[in-house]
């Protein structure tokens, strides 16, 4: 059997339930953005890990190493946004191959230390080896959230209205510009900006958490249309998805009518926009919507609604059923 053949999350069902069983009350391991780890009776540790392989996450040479040091930190501490959770600790592992030099070194450090310097985060600890050709990052980050303020993918419930932070699509149309070598105008480099440098939304989730009309919530990765068949598997429901409320960027519609992109297809599967999907009872979504504007000064998005049934998402444009053939960033498909 080939790995293309059941995908990544095949990989991990068939020995996840094993460890699984070893778990104790108040844990959560395997299933989530994040692992959680009781602290006491009133905080849970928060745990995730990531990544990054030269050539499969990233371009060597067209990221900057300032750049890459940023993104390897950022996309970790969004799936502590996603549980809510405070950034507290960091530990580095880097494989690295005779021909990186000790100045791309201490740039890609910077990088990652501007970001740590935000949440005043240590690095704590890590690994350095040598690689045999290819650059190899992993980073793990420990947050803190109160036990009170889980809001776990599980946790949707029927007539919730499906929101999202920010825009979708804009990374995947900076890895288009990169891809295609498009010339550097305003609007392509601020693209290429979303996807080398996302602002992970640790001050949106810690405050998101807070709301008791929250239910479930995870960080978009790989695309709404893979994730939400996470919260969608977890809470064993269903959801509708209304494509024109998509939140787009004026940037990648410009960038789409230039250059013949699909910019709904970009926001539904494109994936790295590092933007919290997360689910809320109907009948608060005014108020909720009302008190993030006036904190954040930014809107939130109403996508869809969770409805019961067969796990998976009915895809609506202006009402109408329409087909989404794109699933989301799958590492071990061909497709
Ligand atoms: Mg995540």
Not at 83 to 89: I, L, V, Y
Not at 213 to 225: L, N, Q
């Amino acid at each position: 059997m080939d790995l293309k053949d059941i995908g990544e999350f095949g990989f991990i069902n068939r020995f996840a339930n094993k460890f699984n069983s070893f778990i104790k009350k108040d844990e959560i391991g395997i299933g989530d953005d994040c692992a959680v780890i009781p602290i006491n009776e009133s905080y849970n540790y928060v745990i995730t890990t990531d990544l990054l392989n030269e050539d499969i996450h990233f371009l060597k040479n067209k990221i900057s190493p300032e750049e890459l040091g940023y993104k390897s930190l950022a996309v970790n501490l969004s799936d502590l946004a996603a549980m809510g959770a405070e950034p507290k600790f960091s530990f580095l592992s880097i494989g690295i191959p005779n021909h990186i030099s000790v100045e791309y070194l201490d740039a890609f450090i910077s990088g990652f230390y501007k970001l740590s310097e935000k949440y005043k985060m240590p690095l704590m600890g890590g690994d350095t080896t040598k690689s045999s050709d290819k650059l190899i990052i992993n980073v793990t980050v420990i947050g803190q959230c109160e036990k009170t303020e889980m809001h776990l993918r599980s946790m949707a419930k029927e007539g919730d209205l499906i929101c999202v932070t920010g825009f979708l699509g804009d990374s995947a149309g900076g890895l288009k510009v990169l891809l295609n070598n498009l010339e550097p105008s305003p609007n392509n480099k601020y693209l290429v900006q979303k996807h080398h440098t996302p602002e992970p939304r640790i001050q949106e989730g810690m405050w998101l958490a807070k709301q008791k009309t929250v239910h479930a919530m995870m960080d978009i990765s790989d695309g709404i249309a893979s994730d939400l068949i996470h919260i969608l598997n977890a809470s064993n429901k269903s959801a509708i998805i209304h494509t024109e409320k998509l939140p787009i960027s004026e940037a990648l519609l410009k960038g789409s009518t230039e250059n013949n992109w699909n910019p709904i297809e970009l926001a539904c599967s494109g994936g790295e926009d590092y933007e919290l999907l997360f689910t809320v009872s109907a009948k608060n979504i005014d108020k909720l919507k009302k008190e993030y504007t006036a904190q954040f000064s930014e809107n939130i998005s109403v996508v869809g609604e969770i409805k019961i049934g067969e796990t998976g998402i009915n895809w609506l444009k202006n009402g109408v059923e329409i087909t989404n053939n794109k699933n989301g960033f799958n590492h071990f498909s061909n497709k």
